[in-house]
């Protein structure tokens, strides 16, 4: 996946502990919000439609079989968060450090959910490919869109561990193979091993991987390709075939939205880095 495509996950069952945590503090605010109903009260706590929703979500069924039960569940959450807060659970260190962790969780998904806005306002709408641009960049990669590359990778979650990985596959000990094997393991997957990517078009490789793939001779490793979102991953070309020539009208889609998506990467890039001349960042 491309570097600009950031993935928001929603940790609902975070969601809910944080609406059932927070009951108290917003008693007045869903009476407030028209698209809410309040289905009951605690001790003057709103139970309302958003928070069965959550419930039924969890996994109680449909809504029309499960909905009592379900409200029932709330109600009794309600009553053991409040017990637990009379009790004095919520000053427990442990108690705090668990709420702590889930409000950066919160916060994380607050921060991707801006940049999902931001990419789609700021910078994909404003990415335009005309047909010649499309036949233009057709025209330059007429060679690549007819060859498949048969690729094998390796994923890692740190840098250092691809950069380790690396420099021991090329200097031989263990083969790409073998690492491969003690990395990813697992079952096959459509008679591969799951290391084994198979035959990939053109349009099937990442957009910010192809240059660097494509330049691969059969059996050559990549340089670290990902980042620390997608992950770190090293590539072996096994085989590549070229196959006949394609018509453009064809693949003319293909290439657009190829083309589209390399624009929008080099326009995020673009955006960030005129962003950091007006920031000051320190790393540590």
């Not at 709330?74 to 668990?98: H, N, T, W």
């Not at 404003?126 to 869109?145: R, S």
């Not at 060859?147 to 083969?175: M, N």
């Amino acid at each position: 996946m491309s570097t600009y495509k950031h993935s928001l996950v929603v940790i609902l069952t975070i969601i809910a502990m944080m609406y059932i945590g927070g009951c108290a503090e917003r008693n007045g605010q869903a009476a407030n919000d028209p698209t809410q109903k309040v289905l009951a009260r605690v001790n003057g706590t709103p139970i309302t439609t958003e928070d069965l929703a959550f419930r039924l979500q969890a996994g109680h069924g449909t809504p029309a079989s499960e909905r009592q039960k379900a409200l029932d569940d709330v109600i009794a959450e309600v009553l053991m968060y409040e017990q637990g807060v009379k009790l004095g659970f919520d000053k427990d260190p442990s108690y705090r450090q668990e709420i702590a962790k889930y409000e950066r969780q919160l916060s994380n998904a607050k921060r991707l959910e801006m940049v999902r806005r931001v990419l789609n306002n700021q910078i994909a709408a404003k990415v335009n490919v005309t047909p010649q641009d499309a036949k233009e960049y057709y025209d330059k990669n007429t060679d690549k869109i007819a060859t498949e590359l048969h690729l094998e990778y390796i994923k890692f979650d740190t840098r250092q561990e691809a950069e380790d990985a690396l420099k021991k596959v090329r200097g031989g000990t263990p083969s790409f193979e073998s690492l491969a094997r003690s990395t990813m393991g697992g079952t096959q997957v459509g008679g591969r091993e799951p290391w084994d990517l198979g035959f990939l078009k053109w349009q099937q490789i990442p957009v910010d991987f192809a240059d660097s793939l494509y330049k691969l001779k059969p059996g050559e490793v990549s340089d670290i390709l990902g980042s620390q979102q997608a992950g770190f991953q090293i590539f072996r070309n096994v085989q590549s075939r070229k196959g006949p020539a394609v018509e453009f009208g064809a693949v003319s889609g293909a290439v657009t939205n190829r083309l589209r998506d390399l624009k929008m990467l080099e326009a995020y890039y673009r955006y960030v880095d005129d962003l950091k001349k007006d920031a000051k960042i320190v790393k540590f």
